[in-house]
């Protein structure tokens, strides 16, 4: 019986420690931004998910990935160099060339943008460039709560810079 309690005392300090390591390693592993580190592979997910083509030489012109909080709130954003618009026929209803009309969706687009060029997102359309006729719009998601945005991933295309913009953000 004194050998299954030393026993089970050692599991439960080892079990503590390990515990201890892992909150540790969530709070501060992920503590730190990266400005301008995003790879070609890295933005890959951006062309897929819009159904853009990824055979073609885009370039990175611009990155941001913030920390992660422990509920998941960030800003990130990427601008691309894209010489080719080419959409996928399942993807092409979900692009948009006018304005965005609807008032919550182009809220989340204000906040998205309006905090990616705070971020120093100097890439990224101002809002009233990224709500116009030049640009093409997607919206991946938008998160509301009580009718505002509190989470967005939206890609925007300039077809005349022929630029791809990311921005994601939750708070």
């Known amino acids: 019986m004194k050998w299954l309690r030393v026993g089970l005392e050692i599991v439960g300090a080892a079990s503590l420690l390990v515990g201890m390591a892992l909150v540790a390693w969530i709070v501060y592993g992920n503590s730190s931004d990266k400005v301008n580190k995003a790879t070609r592979k890295d933005a890959q997910f951006i062309l897929n998910g819009s159904g853009l083509s990824t055979n073609q030489d885009y370039k990175i012109i611009s990155s941001y990935e913030s920390s992660r909080s422990l509920t998941g709130d960030h800003l990130d954003y990427y601008c691309i160099e894209l010489p080719k618009f080419e959409v996928a026929e399942w993807a092409k209803e979900e692009w948009q060339n006018l304005p965005e009309q ?27 460039e990224a709500n116009s006729t030049a640009m093409k719009l997607m919206f991946l998601q938008v998160v509301l709560h009580s009718r505002q945005a509190t989470a967005a991933d939206i890609i925007l295309y300039d077809p005349q810079k022929r630029r791809l913009f990311y921005v994601s953000f939750k708070t």
């Open 102 to 128: 609807n008032p919550i969706l182009a809220a989340a687009l204000q906040l998205a943008v309006n905090d990616a060029r705070q971020q120093g997102g100097d890439c990224i359309p101002s809002a009233e």
